[in-house]
């Protein structure tokens, strides 16, 4: 395959940090404090990342047990409480990250951060990051206020493409789950799958490659 991108955009937290677990704490918790007798165990989160943004897990798991919850607002003290931990955290890249973004920048390559997590998460990524990567690295930064549909829904992605500028052949997207992938493939971008913890297993169909560690040859023939 022939591959020499234009850009090269990571699209979700979990493809340049490891918080799946954290994610999952911090929903806990929320549920804890709201006095609601959930708790979403490893195997039954690994499920419920089928279906992309917090608020709609919420919302789903909580119709399927036929009482009424207040999403918006579970899913707000959830994000509060995940951004306190990564505050409280310094959190390693994941393995070649570093390298990808390095080769990026000297290259001249535009990097996008194509996710539809809140704002709010976002910040804190880069919070907990710290000196390994500035933000100001990024040509494009998504949030969930840019697009009226969530991943697996491709918006995002074509917003990233309009706002940079370029067709979805020149550039190639990195995901941590099937149902970001989706997103990615949708909007006709080649996709390398990136497995987080949770995701291990996954099958990922139509990704080019699926690899625990990036590195550059899945970007420069």
Partial sequence: MEMNPKAIFFGSIGTLV???DLQRRAFN????????DWCWDVELYKGLLK???????????????GIAVDAPHLHKRKTEIFNDFMAKKNLPLRPGVSEVIDY??????SLAFVTTTSKA??????????DQIHRSKFNFIGDE????????NPDIYKKALTELGIKPAECIAIEDTETSMEAALTANIDCVAFPGQISQGNSFDGAKF????????????
């Avoid at 918790?29 to 609601?36: C, P, V």
């Avoid at 279906?51 to 047990?65: C, H, L, N, V, Y």
């Avoid at 690899?211 to 420069?220: A, R, V």
Wanted: net charge positive; charged share 25%.
């Fill in 18 to 20: 490891e918080t799946s």
């Fill in 104 to 109: 990026a920048e000297k290259a001249k390559l």
């Fill in 121 to 130: 998460n976002v910040d804190a990524v880069f919070v907990a990051l710290g």
């Fill in 51 to 65: 279906k992309s943004g917090g608020k709609s897990r919420i919302q789903d798991f909580a119709a399927q047990r």
């Fill in 145 to 152: 206020t840019m697009v009226a549909n969530s991943k697996p």
């Fill in 29 to 36: 918790q929320a549920f804890t404090e709201a006095k609601l």
């Fill in 210 to 221: 699926v690899t625990e560690k990036l590195s550059l040859s899945y970007f420069i023939t």
